[in-house]
């Protein structure tokens, strides 16, 4: 009943925001006198806010044309270089700027495009050669292409490393961490050239055991069968996916609006203040974020499904149970790809310790290869995005990348090992 639901509300609430529209048109067509009285300004500025309050299923552009490279403006192309009905992998080229690092980012599938990634891929590409697994919205793919669960994710990471060849670098942000680690390990496993030489995971659910928090307790509290009958809905048969079993992308952003009420209250409070006071770029900062927010894609319920049994109920990962078309992933496999994880201590989506626990799984990785930044300050967000990101977080990986591209491929080792900590601080 989902999908039933959100297009009959949107339905009943789009002559509200078509009137609004029109209202924020009309009030900033007056003349100056008026337009600058205090009522006008916060007439208006409700208007604005009304008329831009509904979610879109419109992925938005990367918006990413050039950045700064060694203190010169150098254009970037977007180019796909890989595609399926399910993802797109793109690169972001710098045409003319040779000897960058290649580096694969992989993002969630959670509800939102990985537009949501573009202030991390802006800071990757000031010193990487960048390349994005740009997912599709299930709701766009025709029920004929087939399923796509957890085997169909990791054959498109290793598909995606593959293109990349050896010598690329890996990070994975938020809900893939243990996928991308199975499908490394994978790799490992199979002495494929294609091993990462380094592997980052940000803010990710390796081990949701370790220090539980309102989601994880809310994943085991009810039956799988629970979210697939009140949670998965079918694509109407407007839409090219028709058919499709899907968690909507609506009910995700719902569920994060839900979490932090208080603080999307306070942003749009601020939105609000920002507009009648005429402070354009506050009210752009914001106005920006949250155009990008309800921005929502559809996931496949396999995929999701899938995901809260073997992530966040069973465990199998850290238990050593997860399996790949049905091959055990061997973690301890892993000998040639050096670790990095990264972690925001005021992170209420996936606390501290979740992630970190990479490292006592991945025995095989020399002792020098294991490294943990935990960041003061930030939430789940603030990880990939914002001043602490490109001015704290990202110099880490930066200099991990680094010392990995110069050092020689490390020794195996098959010993349990300790791990360094990098700027950790709670």
Not at 42 to 51: C, P
């Amino acid at each position: 009943m989902l999908y039933p639901a959100y297009e009959w509300h949107r339905r009943l609430t789009e002559p509200a925001r078509i009137s609004s529209k029109l209202l924020h048109r009309t009030l900033s067509g007056l003349p100056a006198p008026v337009a600058e009285l205090g009522g006008t300004r916060r007439l208006k500025a409700v208007s604005e806010i009304v008329a831009g309050s509904r979610p879109t299923h419109v992925r938005p552009d990367w918006g990413i044309d050039s950045v700064t490279v060694a203190g010169q403006r150098v254009a970037v192309e977007v180019r796909p270089v890989l595609a399926t009905p399910f993802a797109t992998l793109l690169h972001f080229a710098t045409p003319g700027v040779t000897g960058r690092t290649p580096t694969l980012l992989v993002g969630p599938i959670s509800g939102h495009f990985a537009t949501l990634l573009r202030p991390t891929v802006r800071m990757l590409l000031s010193d990487h050669d960048v390349y994005v697994l740009d997912w599709h919205n299930a709701r766009d793919v025709p029920v004929e292409e087939g399923r796509f669960g957890l085997d169909e994710y990791i054959d498109h990471v290793l598909a995606a490393m593959r293109h990349l060849g050896p010598g690329h670098h890996a990070l994975a942000v938020c809900q893939p961490a243990p996928l991308v680690l199975a499908a490394v390990a994978l790799l490992a496993v199979a002495d494929d050239p294609a091993q990462p030489r380094s592997l980052t995971l940000m803010a990710g659910p390796i081990d949701t055991r370790v220090n539980p928090n309102r989601i994880n307790e809310l994943a085991a509290r009810r039956p799988l069968s629970f979210y697939e009958r009140f949670l998965v809905s079918r694509v109407p048969r407007r839409y090219a996916g028709a058919g499709r079993r899907v968690y909507p992308g609506l009910a995700q952003l719902t569920a994060f609006l839900s979490m932090n009420t208080r603080r999307h209250l306070g942003s749009h409070v601020q939105l609000y203040r920002a507009l009648v006071a005429g402070d354009g770029a506050t009210a752009r900062r914001i106005r920006d974020f949250y155009d990008e927010y309800g921005a929502v894609m559809d996931v496949p319920a396999e995929f999701y499904l899938e995901t809260l049994q073997h992530v966040f109920m069973e465990h199998a990962l850290p238990r050593g149970e997860f399996v790949w078309r049905g091959q055990r992933v061997d973690l301890a496999a892993i000998r040639r790809t050096a670790l990095l994880t990264v972690e925001g201590a005021e992170d209420d989506l996936c606390s501290p310790g979740q992630t970190e626990a990479a490292h006592g799984l991945c025995t095989g990785i020399p002792a020098d290869d294991h490294h943990h930044h935990l960041q003061s300050g930030v939430g789940h967000y603030g990880v990939f995005a914002g001043s602490r990101w490109s001015e704290e977080i990202y110099p880490v990986f930066r200099d991990f990348v680094a010392a990995r591209s110069a050092a020689r491929t490390a020794s195996s080792s098959g010993s349990r090992v300790p791990h360094a900590r990098i700027g950790a601080a709670r």
